[in-house]
């Protein structure tokens, strides 16, 4: 179908569709702001300010993900589960980048196709929570819903949903972003010197000969093809960075979403590829509603309750057309379910001919708490669910097109086991994150691997 053709289509299936329709359906996970003219004045304000990204990286990012559609690319999706306004500084925002190009590098010598590489971060603020409230020593307050909502700190004034948060956390995105994208513009992912993104850790890592011999081959191949191409090969010097998160805030998701010259429809300028979470994927739900509306390519999050049919109509509402790249289906069933639950969702999408990206998320169904009270997840459970993905679809006549990941740049301790064997012990060394347990960088590129050796079995 031709692209004037597809957006002829969408825009019928659109016209009632606006940028705040959603307000009209049940909309879950959202916090209930105390004072209704400070929202509306917080949203003018948003409104007025600049977006973040533009339309035209948007749509490179769809042509991008048709592509890993197709098996042409693989999807690297990775970051925090939830970033902090604390932690929007210039170690933590470099160290997540370098693991993330680390890990991309693995699998581009590993699988043999281009990364397409995108952050759960400039924007990951907002956090659904299974309760709506949490309580401490006979005290009941509301649960912390992410720094764009409230604050973690256990008192009354810090968890009230206050709306000037949201300002801040657009303000805490730019930044973050123009640090990236310096970042990368100034050389910092030239594949003509990886040592740039080295982290101090490598040289003490289980993996580090691997690495190392890996960085060493690619240096090779680059001198080996610029001389025989007789000069520099500039695209080498940089790599495309886009952004991704949960667009579960649907005030601040409406303020930034725009009508922009010269292309058709609109677009939410806040982040590149934004998610509809679990919790929030109802089909009658106001997180459906808004997202049908906009152009951007779009994914959902599909847990274990998810029927064949529901996951169909899902598709039906977010995709009527099949545009290639728009959407993504990110799978988080678990490892001891994955099995059981994925094979009839991956066959009726097939029989129905429905274009999507598959990613599994091994994660979010891994979560389990120790007996010392900290929620973690066990390596060899995301690994597992991982390797058991590739079989499923392998098995299915599918394509597992990427992964999705909780990951830092940092040497916490949050996830048990790895090459370093982390125990319930560990746990209380570098436990920092506020809501769900990360992979460290060690974890996180063992996964990158792990992810390559599975891929090579198969193929
Ligand atoms: O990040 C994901 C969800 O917000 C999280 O897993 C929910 O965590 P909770 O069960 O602690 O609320
Ligand atoms: C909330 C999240 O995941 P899910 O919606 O899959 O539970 C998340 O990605 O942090
Ligand atoms: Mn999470």
Known sequence: MSTAHATAISASHTSDWTPSSWRDKPALQMPTYPDADELAATQAELRALPPLVTSREILSLKQQLAEAQEGERFLLQGGDCAETFAECNSDVISNRLKVLLQMSLVLVHGLKVPVVRVGRFAGQYAKPRSADTETRDGVTLPSYRGDIVNSPEFTEQARRPDPRRMIKAHARSAMTMNFVRSLIDGGFADLHHPEYWGLGWVSQSPHAADYQKMVAGIGDAVRFME????????????????????????????????????????????????????????????????????????????????????????????????????????????????????????????????RVLWVCDAMHGNTESTSNGYKTRQFKNIRSEIEQAFDLHEAAGTRLGGVHLELTGENVTECLGGARQLTEVDLQRDYRTTVDPRLNYEQALEIAMLIVRKRGQLA
Do not use: C
Not at 230 to 252: I, K, P, W
Not at 344 to 352: G, I, Y
């Open 227 to 354: 001389t025989l191409a007789g000069r520099r090969m500039q695209s080498l010097n940089r790599v495309d960075f886009y952004t991704s998160h949960e667009a579960l805030l649907l005030h601040y998701e409406e303020a930034q979403t725009r009508q922009v010259p010269r292309a058709d429809g609109w677009f939410n300028l806040s982040t590149h590829f934004p998610w509809i979470g679990m919790r929030t994927a109802a089909l009658d739900g106001a997180h459906l509603e808004y997202f049908r509306g906009i152009r951007n390519p779009v994914a959902v999050k599909v847990g274990p309750s998810v029927t064949p049919d529901q996951l169909l109509r899902v598709i039906d509402a977010l995709n009527p057309d099949d545009e290639p790249g728009r959407l993504g289906l990110i799978h988080r069933m678990g490892a001891e379910h994955i099995a059981d639950k994925l094979p009839s969702l991956l066959d009726a999408v097939k029989r129905e001919g429905r």
